[in-house]
T-cell receptor, first 106, second 115 residues
Framework: KNEVEQSPQNLTAQEGEFITINCSYS?????LHWLQQHPGGGIVSLFM???GKKKHGRLIATINIQEKHSSLHITASHPRDSAVYIC????????FGTGTSLTVIP | DTGVSQDPRHKITKRGQNVTFRCDPI?????LYWYRQTLGQGPEFLTY????????KSRLLSDRFSAERPKGSFSTLEIQRTEQGDSAMYLC?????????????FGPGTRLTVT
């Protein structure tokens, strides 16, 4: 069993749609990270959360510590949002989800 | 460009050879992390440093792997007697060492192919 589970694994959306990616974890954490990885590209950190909610532009990340669950939302999705989104948690150890591959179609 | 650099970007080596990768973090970051990522999978933690001290090592890091950060700045990851299963992208990241965690900045990675 993976310590970090993401859903869905793959997601295709039409441009403009509201997108949600979910992350559940089973270990104690000090922080949860949402990362973005473009094909052939490096990894960019989008958010680091330990509680509540954060917003950057069209991206919103929330975390519920009691339920050990986080969501990443993308409003008004755009083809340039197409990438793999990875959830990672840090605490005593470091664990990554396997990623959600998002494709936004024009 | 996140400010974290890795060298080389690509390495092809024959099984049994030793390889060494270098990571230069953002200068004011005292934490440095090494991860490995295989195709279609998320990254896996290998090890991390707080300044020059190696504080955590994954069980994935066999005796053939060694990492150093001698002066608390750049770091090297060496793989001895490479095996085909070592083929992967090796990622480095750095962060400030803040209590409760801090954002990690990732390098572009070194892609290793063992033939």
């Amino acid at each position: 069993k993976n310590e970090v589970e993401q859903s869905p694994q793959n997601l295709t959306a039409q441009e403009g749609e509201f997108i949600t990616i979910n992350c559940s974890y089973s270990v104690g954490i000090s922080a949860l990270h949402w990362l973005q990885q473009h094909p052939g590209g490096g990894i960019v950190s989008l958010f680091m959360l330990s509680s509540g909610k954060k917003k950057h532009g069209r991206l919103i990340a929330t975390i519920n510590i009691q339920e050990k669950h986080s969501s990443l939302h993308i409003t008004a999705s755009h083809p340039r949002d197409s990438a793999v989104y990875i959830c990672a948690v840090t605490g005593n150890q470091f664990y990554f989800g396997t990623g959600t591959s998002l494709t936004v179609i024009p | 460009d996140t400010g974290v650099s890795q060298d080389p970007r690509h390495k092809i080596t024959k099984r049994g050879q030793n390889v060494t990768f270098r990571c230069d973090p953002i200068s004011e970051h005292n934490r440095l992390y090494w991860y490995r990522q295989t195709l279609g999978q998320g990254p896996e933690f290998l090890t991390y440093f707080q300044n020059e001290a190696q504080l955590e090592k994954s069980r994935l890091l066999s005796d053939r792997f060694s990492a150093e950060r001698p002066k608390g700045s750049f770091s090297t990851l060496e793989i001895q007697r490479t095996e085909q299963g070592d083929s992967a992208m090796y990622l480095c990241a750095s962060s400030l060492g803040l209590a409760g965690g801090s954002e990690q900045y990732f390098g572009p990675g070194t892609r290793l192919t063992v033939t």
